[in-house]
């Protein structure tokens, strides 16, 4: 059997007009990942990684850890089937077309327009975002150019299909990527409906740790969002 990491992003800039990079937080994050690793001896035959910015720095800093001391860690192969849905085109673009023409939508979405510069802010999107994609997991909603629901679960699915196929026994892959890869990645595993892959996102904290085994027909989940490498909780973070 293979066994398969996936690795979701250090913390990110969310809601910066560059929102596609780490905060110091989310470099701390990843250092501490790639010390952990190094503690524990672990090693992977290969890397996988989204091309998004932060997916890229995350692996980045591990791959530093490494080399600092002395010890070997595969190239990377990046494949942009492993980012993240378009959550950007979702809430800039997908929500002002809901919330015209959803009347308690439209409450939700001015609720965190009103709150966007504020400590609040978080709470206020995540109330709306949350009712945006379970509408456009369901296809309820669509606007031209912004990827659907369907379109992202098949990527995502082929792309681990495709890491799974590889020849070899007993291989230690590592994929850098965000929470919405990892939320369909364990539902999927799970044989859960398909509404659990966005409720299992929300609890995908940032550089936590989700595990498989996997053969070249079966992905079994053996550990969800683990953060051995943050024992200190001010260090754990969701966004």
């Known amino acids: 059997m293979g066994q398969l990491t996936l690795i979701r992003h250090g913390q990110s800039r969310a809601f910066e007009q560059d929102s596609d990079r780490l905060t110091e937080l989310g470099e701390f994050q990843a250092r501490k990942l790639g010390e952990y690793w190094l503690r524990q001896n672990v090693s992977f035959d290969e890397i996988y990684c989204g091309t998004l910015r932060r997916h890229c720095q995350t692996a980045e800093i591990v791959r530093e850890c490494f080399a600092a001391a002395g010890r070997s860690w595969p190239a990377a192969q990046n494949a942009a089937a492993l980012n993240e849905y378009d959550a950007t085109g979702l809430w800039q673009r997908l929500a002002p077309a809901l919330a015209e023409s959803d009347v308690e939508f439209r409450g939700l ?98 550089c936590s740790l989700t595990e498989f085994t996997f053969s070249r027909d079966r992905l079994s989940l053996d550990t969800f969002n683990t953060l051995p490498h943050l024992d200190d909780p001010a260090w754990r973070t969701y966004r």
């Open 109 to 206: 979405h001015a609720d965190f327009q009103q709150h966007h510069n504020t400590p609040e802010r978080n709470r206020y999107f995540q109330k709306m975002f949350e009712v945006l994609t379970a509408r456009w997991l369901r296809g309820e909603i669509e606007v031209e150019d912004v990827e659907t629901w369907i379109a992202f679960r098949e990527r995502v699915r082929g792309a681990l299909k495709q890491i799974i196929a590889q020849e070899g026994s007993g291989r230690r892959v590592a994929v850098f990527t965000s929470g919405g890869v990892i939320g369909l990645s364990v539902q999927s595993a799970l044989q859960a409906p398909e509404s659990q892959a966005l409720q299992i996102n929300w609890r995908i904290r940032n």
